[in-house]
Structures are given as C-alpha cells and as structure tokens.
C-alpha cells in the first residue's frame, strides 16, 4: 500500500477491478467504494447496515474523536448531528448566502494586488467563510490567529499517516510502546500534535464565550448553540463539549474545500 496519495492508487484499481473492492490486509478487512453508485446503494440506501465509522487509532490519539465525523454511529452520533442540522440545515444555510459573496470580493480585492500570492488568498478565503459559521470571526490580516490554527491542524492532519493504514492502526498495541520501538512514529507523532487540534475546538469556544459575556459576540453555530445552553439548560454533562466536536466538524467538512482551492 503506498503511504501517500493513497486514494489516487485506489482509484487507479476500481478501472481495473470494479466500483467495490474487497481488501484484506494484516487481518483487517477493508472495503473500497470507487463510484457514487456504489456509494448510494451502500451507505445511502442501506446506511443501517454501512453508517458506523472503524475504530482509527490515530485519529482518536491526535483529538479528532470528539468531532463529528470521527464518531462512531449510534446515540452520541445521532446527538452531534441534530446539534449540526439545527444551525446548518438546507433551509437554515439561506441565511449565510450572503458571507461567501462577501469573502468573493475581498479574494478579488487580494488577488487583484498580489496575484503571485494566489494560493495564499485562495486558503485565506476558504478558512474565512469556514470561520464566520463557525464562530462569526472575519479574517482581516495575514496575521490573524485562525490562520495559524488551520495551518497547525492542517500540517497535522497531512502528516499523521495514510487514515486507518498506519503499522499503529492495524496494531493497535503499538500504541502503547516506547516511541525508539519500530513501528510507533505515528502514535508518537498524533501524542505530540493533539495540543493543535485541542486549540482548534477550544479557542473559538472560549472566543465566544467571552464574547457574550462582553456583549460582543456576532451570530454563529457556537453562539447560537450557547444561547441555547443558557435558554434551556445543559443537556447532559458534555454539552460543551458536543458544542467543540460539532464546531469542529464544520472545518472538517471545509478541509477539503480549502485543499481544492490550493491545488485547482
């Protein structure tokens, strides 16, 4: 298997062996879906049977597992969902139409007095409609803090091993052995980089939270999910929490958007 770009190598196999692919490597079976056919019919159609995640254990060593997408199905799941679609349903993301033509004509604006910092503007105003949902902050500099977390978590995430095909994932014993021992590096690696993605839940949390004890505080999923702390009481001990991981969530969706933008 290689250890990079492992998705491209992927779907070079489906040309040759079909939209499903059975796997099996060191004992753990692995199942590849290589169209949005087979996608459908497996974990649309039939997404009682498909819809739980694999337990990854570098994912859970490098913070990822309180957020939305990393957490397997079941009542915690159903719950962090709800919390998303609360605030980013269909009808309810109308609202917020107006951010991306906003954040459209300060990347014109940039690109039009620098266009040699092109990929730059373009991860800038990727992050920037990511972080107005999330926490209604507006990036205005190069040197705001939120640049510098998305670079962080994303430098992180890049380097943390090909997901669910690290030596640690398919042993998850590894783990718990010295990092000198063959085989450890990236459990190693997620231990020494989970403050990166900690600060990514936390400090637009904190943000807003002392936002709206100032009074300053501007629409948002995190605000919006607080005033409903407040109005209706806690709904179970890690409200807070549930808040982080779905928050959380809407810069793992827009990862990929901020990636494409870079690369196109």
């Known amino acids: 298997m290689p250890t990079e770009k492992l998705e491209n190598t992927l779907y070079e196999w489906g040309k040759v062996y079909g939209d499903v692919i059975y796997l099996h490597m060191l004992g753990k079976p692995v199942i590849v879906l290589n169209s949005v056919e087979a996608a459908i019919d497996l974990l649309d159609k039939r997404s009682v049977n498909y819809s739980d995640r694999p337990p990854f254990v570098i994912p859970e060593l490098i913070g990822w597992v309180r957020t939305l997408p990393a957490v397997g199905y079941g009542e915690k799941f159903q719950k962090l969902r709800r919390i998303a679609q609360n605030y980013l349903g269909r009808k309810e993301s109308l609202a917020y139409r107006l951010i991306p033509a906003r954040e459209t ?145 809407i810069y793992f969706a827009g990862m990929d958007t901020r990636r494409s933008l870079s690369s196109s």
């Open 105 to 249: 004509r300060v990347l014109l604006q940039n690109l039009l007095s620098d266009d040699t910092k092109r990929d730059h503007f373009l991860e800038r105003f990727a992050t920037s409609n990511i972080v107005i949902i999330m926490c209604g902050h507006q990036i205005n500099s190069d040197n705001d803090p939120f640049l510098r977390i998305v670079e962080d978590v994303s430098n992180a995430e890049k380097n943390a091993g090909p997901p669910g095909s690290t030596p640690v994932d398919f042993f998850p014993f590894l783990q718990h052995f010295p990092s000198w021992f063959p085989g450890t590096y990236y459990a190693t690696y997620a231990r020494n980089n989970r403050f990166k993605i900690d600060r990514l839940h936390q400090y637009p949390f904190e943000l807003v939270k002392r936002q709206m004890e100032e009074g300053t505080a501007k629409p948002s999923f995190i605000s919006y999910h607080l005033e409903e702390l407040n109005r209706n009481g806690r709904d179970g001990p890690d409200a807070e929490l549930d808040i982080q991981g779905t928050a959380g969530a």
